[in-house]
C-alpha cells in the first residue's frame, strides 16, 4: 500500500454514487460495506423516501419516492381584499403570497405577505378597513341628507335648499372617494339665476347679464333653422329646456313598406324646396293617391307636402251587388280572386271577380236574370211588359182560328227560358166522308166582338154585363160538372177573344188543379182520369207534401207548401241573439247584436234557405278610418303601426307646431270607429299690462292679448 493513497475495495459503496436530488445528505457516511442497507431522507421542506442496498459496490433501490415541495394548502382569503401568487405555481414550500385591498378600503395589517415554510404559512391573514371620509359642515338654509357624521367609502350627501326661493351654487351630491376625500366642496344657498345661454345659429332676443326665477328667454334661430319646441325658463334647476336651433329638415324613413325606389337613391334628409321622387311598389300607391309616383316637396317647416308613404292596393267590400252570402268580407289585395254567388234571380257576369287598381273586375258582378219577350206567330200576350223577369207568368192567346182555342200561361224560368210555350197552328176543319154539298158561309163580326163558342155536354147562354161587354154562362149535363169544379160557368169576351173555352168534365174526374199557397200552378185544359197523379212544385224556400196529388172520385188530393226549416242558429262569438222567428208561416230569420264595444261583420239578421243558415256574421272591435296627419297646429308623429287598420282602443301621437302645445295629452284615440283628435294651444300668451312694463309704455285704453312670437308695433304719444 502506498503512503497517502486510500484503497477501496470494489465490494463497497460510496455516498458520493447517490445522485437523488433534494435528500438530506448530513447523516450519510462516505462510504458502505457491501449489504449495507441506507434509508434516506428528504431535505427540509420536502416530503418523500429512498430506501437502497450496497450490492458488489453499486446501490440498488428498493423503495423510491421522489423528493418534492412540501404543500400549505390555501393561504386563506381576506375580506375586501385580493392576493397573488409570488415564486411559484403552487401554495407550495418556498412560494409568497400578497394580498392588495380593494378599491376604497386600506391595508390595516403590518405585513401585507404570507410565505409558505416547512411548518406551513406564516403569517396571520391580513384585514383591509373601509376608507373613512371626514365630517362635513354645512351653511345656514341647506339640508344636507346622508352619512353626515362618518361616511365610508362611495357614500353619497345629497343637498337641498330650505326655501323655494333659492338655488343651489355648487353640486346637488358629493361621494366620498377612494383616497378618503369628498369628491367635491359643500355647496352653498344663493339666489336663483340663470345665465344667458349660448345658441348655436340662434340669436337671443333682449339678452340680459342674468335671468331671475321664471323669466323667460326668446331667441331667434339663423335661416334655415328652427327652435326646438317650448319656451326656456329659468328654474332653480336652470334653464327648463335647452334652447336649441335646428336645421329644418325633411327625413325619409329607411324600409318603408311597398317602396320600390326613391330618387335621388340613398338620400334620405332633404333640405326646404328640396323634392323626392317616391315610387311605389306595382301592388301599391301613395298615400292619399291612386298614384304609382309622384314628386314630393320638402316645405319649410320641415314637412312633407305628402307623407312619403306606399299603401297596399287593396279592393273595398263592394256594395248593392245583389251576392248572395258576404264573399268579400275584409279588404282584398291587388290581383286577388274572389269566387261568388248571385242572389235568387240574378246572374253572374263573370266566373269570379278580380281586385285591380281600379276596383273590382266586373264593375258589375251581378245581373237580374230575365227572359226575352216571347215572339209567338198569329197570338197576342194579354198585359204585356217592358222587361221579363225569374217566375213571371204572362198570358198567351192564339188568334181566332188558331189553336189553341183556349188561352195558355208560359213562366219565365231560372234557365232564362220560358216553359209552356206552344206555337198557335191554324185549325184545320175534319175531312167529310161523303160529300153531297157545299155551302161557304161568310161570318161577319164586328170589332171588339166575339163568335159563337161550342160546349160538349152542356149548353150556353149569351149576355152582356152593365158595361156591355158580352157573357157567355153554361152549365153541364146531368153526369158532368165544369172545368173549374163548379156546376156552371163564366166565359168573359176580352178584345174580340174569349178568356177560356167552357168544357164539362165527367164528375169522377179532376179539372183545374187546386190552388197551394206558395206553390206553383201550371194549369193543363185537360181532364185528368181518377188515379192519375200531378207533380207538385213549390216556390224557392218551399217544400211540398206531399210531393205528387192524386185524382180521387173527381176531386185532387190535399197538399201543402211549406218552408224548409234549418236547425238551432249557429253560435256567434260575443253576440247574442235579439230576435228569432219560428213561425212556420213566415220566414225563418234570426237577428244578431254584438256586445258593447265590438261591431258586426256582415248582415245582422240572416235568414234560412232551403234548410241552410246564411252566412253567419262576426263580432269584431271598431275599425277606425286611418287618422288625418294634420290637425288644427299639429301633425301626426311617425308610427309603427303594421298599416293594417286601427281598431277600438288603438292610440297614435300628435306632435305641435312650434309655438303651440298640448294642453293634456298627445294622443288620439280609436272610440266608436271614430278618432278623439288633441287640440293644440298656444304656448304662450301676453298681457298688455306686462308688455307696458316692459316697453316703459305711460298708458292703454284696453287689455290687449299677443300670442307668442307675434310682431308688436306701438304708436306713443306724448300726454301734453
Same mark, same amino acid.
Given at each position: 500500500m502506498t503512503i497517502g493513497t486510500k484503497l477501496l475495495c470494489f465490494s463497497e459503496c460510496l455516498q458520493s454514487q447517490i445522485t437523488f436530488e433534494n435528500i438530506k445528505?448530513?447523516?450519510?457516511?462516505?462510504?458502505?460495506?457491501?449489504?449495507?442497507?441506507?434509508?434516506?431522507a428528504c431535505s427540509t421542506g420536502y416530503i418523500g423516501s429512498f430506501k437502497m442496498i450496497c450490492k458488489n459496490g453499486s446501490w440498488q433501490v428498493s423503495t423510491r419516492r421522489e423528493?418534492?415541495?412540501r404543500p400549505c394548502g390555501h393561504p386563506g382569503d381576506a375580506p375586501n381584499a385580493d392576493f397573488k401568487l409570488i415564486g411559484d405555481k403552487e401554495f407550495v414550500f418556498g412560494a409568497t403570497v400578497e394580498y392588495t385591498c380593494r378599491?376604497?378600503?386600506?391595508?390595516a395589517s403590518r405585513e401585507n405577505r404570507r410565505n409558505c415554510r416547512a411548518q406551513g404559512w406564516d403569517n396571520s391573514v391580513p384585514v383591509c378597513e373601509v376608507v373613512k371620509c371626514p365630517t362635513i359642515r354645512t351653511s345656514e338654509g341647506i339640508i344636507a341628507t346622508g352619512s353626515i357624521e362618518e361616511a365610508s367609502f362611495d357614500d353619497v350627501i345629497h343637498f337641498e335648499c330650505t326655501s323655494p326661493r333659492k338655488m343651489l351654487d355648487g353640486a346637488e351630491s358629493i361621494h366620498c372617494t377612494k383616497d378618503g376625500t369628498w369628491s367635491v366642496s359643500v355647496p352653498n344657498c344663493i339666489d336663483i339665476k340663470c345665465l344667458p345661454p349660448?345658441?348655436? $345659429? %340662434? +340669436?337671443?332676443?333682449?339678452? =340680459?347679464e342674468e335671468y331671475q326665477e321664471n323669466e323667460l328667454i326668446k331667441y331667434a334661430c339663423d335661416k334655415g333653422y328652427k327652435a326646438t319646441p317650448g319656451t326656456p325658463k329659468c328654474t332653480k334647476h336652470g334653464w327648463s329646456i335647452k334652447p336649441e336651433c335646428e336645421e329644418v329638415t325633411c327625413v325619409l324613413e329607411f324600409g318603408i313598406p311597398g317602396v320600390h325606389s326613391t330618387s335621388p337613391s340613398g338620400k334620405n334628409i332633404f333640405k326646404p324646396e328640396e323634392s323626392l321622387t317616391l315610387t311605389?311598389?306595382?301592388?301599391?300607391?301613395? $298615400? %292619399? +293617391?291612386?298614384?304609382?309616383? =309622384?314628386?314630393?316637396?320638402?316645405?319649410?317647416?320641415?314637412?312633407?307636402?305628402?307623407s312619403p308613404i306606399c299603401n297596399e292596393i287593396t279592393c273595398?267590400?263592394?256594395?248593392?251587388?245583389n251576392l248572395a252570402f258576404?264573399?268579400?268580407?275584409?279588404?282584398?289585395?291587388?290581383?286577388?280572386?274572389?269566387?261568388?254567388?248571385c242572389n235568387y234571380n240574378y246572374r253572374k257576369t263573370a266566373s269570379y271577380a278580380t281586385c285591380t287598381i281600379d276596383g273590382w273586375s266586373p264593375k258589375t258582378l251581378c245581373t237580374k236574370m230575365t227572359c226575352p219577350e216571347p215572339e209567338i206567330a198569329h197570338a197576342e200576350i194579354l198585359r204585356p211588359k217592358d222587361t221579363y223577369t225569374i217566375d213571371d207568368r204572362i198570358t198567351i192567346q192564339c188568334f181566332p182560328g188558331y189553336e189553341p182555342v183556349s188561352s195558355f200561361v208560359i213562366t219565365c224560368k231560372r234557365q232564362q227560358k220560358w216553359e209552356n210555350m206552344k206555337r198557335c197552328t191554324r185549325k184545320i176543319l175534319k175531312r167529310l166522308s161523303t160529300v153531297s154539298y157545299l155551302s161557304c158561309v161568310y161570318i161577319i163580326v164586328a170589332k171588339g166582338a166575339c163568335g159563337k163558342l161550342t160546349l160538349t155536354n152542356g149548353f150556353i147562354q149569351y149576355s152582356k154585363d152593365h158595361d156591355g161587354a158580352q157573357r157567355a154562362s153554361y152549365s153541364c149535363d146531368t153526369g158532368y160538372k165544369a172545368f173549374d169544379e163548379k156546376w156552371w160557368g163564366v166565359v168573359t169576351c176580352q178584345q174580340g177573344v174569349w178568356s177560356h173555352q167552357p168544357q164539362c168534365i165527367r164528375k169522377n174526374e179532376c179539372g183545374s188543379l187546386p190552388n197551394v199557397k206558395h206553390g206553383k200552378q201550371i194549369q193543363i185544359n185537360e181532364a185528368h182520369q181518377g188515379g192519375q197523379r200531378l207533380k207538385i212544385e213549390c216556390d224557392f224556400g218551399y217544400k211540398s207534401r206531399p210531393s205528387s196529388i192524386r185524382c180521387l172520385n173527381g176531386q185532387w188530393e190535399t197538399s201543402v207548401c211549406e218552408r224548409r226549416r234549418c236547425n238551432t242558429p249557429p253560435e256567434v262569438e260575443n253576440a247574442v241573439i235579439t230576435s228569432y222567428s219560428t213561425d212556420q208561416e213566415l220566414e225563418q230569420l234570426v237577428t244578431f247584436k254584438c256586445k258593447e264595444g265590438l261591431e258586426l261583420h256582415g248582415h245582422d239578421t240572416i235568414s234560412c234557405i232551403n234548410s241552410k243558415w246564411e252566412q253567419t256574421p262576426t263580432c269584431k272591435p271598431f275599425q277606425c278610418p286611418n287618422p288625418d296627419q294634420k290637425i288644427e297646429n299639429g301633425v301626426l308623429m311617425t308610427s309603427d303601426h303594421d298599416n293594417k287598420g286601427y281598431?277600438?282602443?288603438?292610440?297614435?301621437?300628435?306632435?305641435?307646431?312650434?309655438?303651440?302645445?298640448?294642453?293634456?295629452?298627445?294622443?288620439?284615440?280609436?272610440?266608436?270607429?271614430?278618432?278623439s283628435y288633441p287640440k293644440c294651444e298656444s304656448d304662450l300668451q301676453c298681457e298688455g299690462e306686462e308688455i307696458i312694463k316692459l316697453l316703459g309704455i305711460i298708458m292703454i285704453d284696453s287689455l290687449i292679448l299677443f300670442n307668442t312670437f307675434e310682431m308688436l308695433f306701438f304708436l306713443f304719444f306724448h300726454r301734453i
Open positions: 445528505r448530513s447523516d450519510l457516511k462516505e462510504q458502505y460495506e457491501d449489504g449495507e442497507i441506507v434509508k434516506l423528493c418534492r415541495k378599491k376604497g378600503y386600506i391595508m349660448q345658441i348655436l $345659429f %340662434g +340669436t337671443i332676443i333682449e339678452p =340680459q311605389c311598389r306595382k301592388d301599391h300607391w301613395i $298615400f %292619399g +293617391t291612386r298614384l304609382n309616383s =309622384q314628386k314630393i316637396k320638402c316645405k319649410d317647416n320641415g314637412e312633407w307636402e305628402r273595398n267590400v263592394p256594395h248593392n251587388e258576404n264573399y268579400f268580407s275584409g279588404d282584398k289585395k291587388l290581383g286577388d280572386r274572389m269566387f261568388y254567388e281598431w277600438e282602443g288603438d292610440k297614435v301621437e300628435y306632435k305641435c307646431n312650434y309655438g303651440f302645445r298640448f294642453p293634456g295629452e298627445n294622443i288620439a284615440n280609436c272610440t266608436q270607429r271614430e278618432w
